[in-house]
């Protein structure tokens, strides 16, 4: 195929595309494929010659949606959406025209210049001071771990690049239970380590317990290690946990330590003033992240992380080997600087669409309709006898569980989950909460309607009574 036929294939993709969406309500949200299925039709060897468009076109329509997950499906309810707004998927498409390496300001000014004017449209939309930079990375994981080795770095006082960490003392990391596994593994990978990454207990709201992190950091200073930062969360994967930041905050600023907050779902509905409860204090971080790329409407990937003082992580990661080296350096940004990947994607172009395609207004509306849908359908649960809800609803997000008489309620969940989800017309997952098996359901896909929601009622009440209720598995 020839750049000059772009546009013959490109139509007849969209003529794909068009049909999917026309049919995706009545598709299976999760795909009903067996392992091994896909694989086993195609062939084992890489083809040595050139096969035409035509066919490939052709054998991706048999082989590939029957294996799809649809993400995209307005009752999917599992996990957090991962959406992908019709206006962001067009910039997307152009973006992948493009396709330029946004790496420094000059190989491509407009992907830098257009990415500081989204992060300081967002910091306005979310009411973040004037003064907070940012940079758009491809997930919070990559956020987290950029701001677990500026915590390393400052703590070392920029000394751990150089030396390693084998001859420094042992640096701590706090956090709450509740905090998303991505944590964990950017402890691993900045070779602070799982062990020093220290769970703090939280109260009975699941919120770090200040007085636990006070006694926390005072041992380990008796101990001779180094507190080096606290990694907060507003809206946890579980169960949607949000710590109560100002006093944490405050035992940070005594301390020294440097504090990012993990607000990678939830924080796409801080665009929404009267839901900023749950973060109250989130300014006096030094680092936050959210994903644009889940409730708010951008295609994966794209995640905002905004910073008070970028220039703590421009020196943990700005690497500016000679060939990287551009002329007037001290009056732009060069955003490599800021991240791990030295190669960028130009992300900010499906921002810049989304914002003005739908406004903040058509944006807050739609989290709005479903933070109000999913508390509806938590109280027709709560008021079906053979249900219990385990979580109330942060946000969107709510868990439950299947409670019928004389069942085991972990078993009766679990089978209830695997019966909704081998029958397709929705979609969810599960968490562990206190040792206890629960339902997860989050509202949130772009085009989900309160019908959409409230089917998620019927389905599960009629599965529940299908159920094998006992432990039979
Ligand atoms: C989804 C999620 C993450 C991980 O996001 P990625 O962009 O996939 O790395 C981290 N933290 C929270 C709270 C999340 O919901």
Redesign the pocket.
């Known amino acids: 195929m020839k750049y000059a036929d772009y546009a013959k294939w490109t139509n007849r993709a969209t003529q794909w595309i068009e049909t999917h969406f026309a049919t995706l309500r009545d598709k299976p949200v999760r795909a009903q494929t067996q392992i091994g299925e896909i694989a086993a039709r195609l062939p084992a060897s890489p083809p040595e010659h050139a096969t035409d468009m035509e066919t490939i076109i052709a054998d991706f329509e048999h082989i590939v949606p029957d294996g799809i997950t649809h993400w995209q499906h307005p009752r999917f309810f599992a996990y ?1 959406q991962s959406n992908a707004a019709p206006a962001s998927m067009i910039a997307e498409q152009l973006t992948n025209a493009i396709a330029a390496q946004c790496m420094l300001w000059q190989t491509s000014p407009a992907a830098t210049e257009i990415e500081q004017v989204m992060i300081d449209w967002f910091r306005q939309a979310m009411a973040l001071p004037d003064g907070f930079k940012g940079v758009i990375q491809d ?4 956020a ?1 771990l950029s701001a677990v080795l500026t915590m390393r770095e400052r703590a070392t006082g920029f000394t751990g690049n150089d030396t390693g960490l084998s001859t420094q003392p042992r640096l701590r990391i706090y956090c709450s239970e509740q905090v ?1 596994s ?1 944590i964990d593994k950017a402890c691993w990978v900045a070779g602070i380590g799982q062990d020093n990454l220290i769970k703090i207990p939280t109260n009975s709201a699941y919120q770090m317990d200040p007085a636990a992190l006070q006694s926390a950091i005072t041992a380990d200073r008796a101990a001779g290690h180094t507190p080096a930062g606290v990694i907060l ?1 507003t ?3 579980s169960i949607g946990a949000c710590d109560d930041l100002p006093p944490v905050l405050a035992i940070s600023r005594a301390e020294d330590l440097y504090t990012h907050l ?4 939830a924080g796409s509905a801080m665009i929404c003033p009267e839901l900023r409860d749950i973060w109250v204090g989130a300014e006096n971080c030094d680092s936050i992240v959210f ?1 644009p ?2 409730w708010l409407g951008a295609n994966f ?1 794209c ?1 905002i992380q905004f910073l008070k003082d970028p220039d703590i992580q421009r020196r943990t990661m700005g690497l500016r080997p000679s060939y990287l080296e551009t002329p007037q350096a001290s009056e732009i940004t060069n955003f490599n600087e800021w991240t791990v990947p030295l190669g960028r994607r130009f992300r900010a172009l499906k921002l810049w669409f989304l914002v003005r395609a739908y406004g903040l207004e058509g944006l807050r509306e739609r989290m709005r309709n479903h933070v109000k849908w999913a508390q509806e359908l938590e109280a027709k649960l709560a008021a079906h006898p053979d249900f219990t809800i385990t979580t109330h609803s942060r946000l969107s997000l709510f868990t439950f569980q299947h409670t019928p008489a004389n069942a085991d309620p972990n078993t009766a969940s679990a089978n209830l989950l695997q019966k909704i989800n081998d029958d397709g017309r929705i979609y969810l997952t599960q968490t562990l909460h206190n040792g206890a098996f629960v339902i997860r359901f989050v509202a949130g896909q772009f085009d989900c309607t309160r019908d959409d929601v409230m089917l998620a009622y019927d389905v599960i009440t009629e599965l529940a009574n299908s159920a094998p209720t006992g432990d039979q598995s």
């Open positions: 957090f997930s919070a994981s990559s987290t998303h991505s969360c809206g946890g994967t993990d607000a990678a779902w994903n790329h889940k990937d995640s």
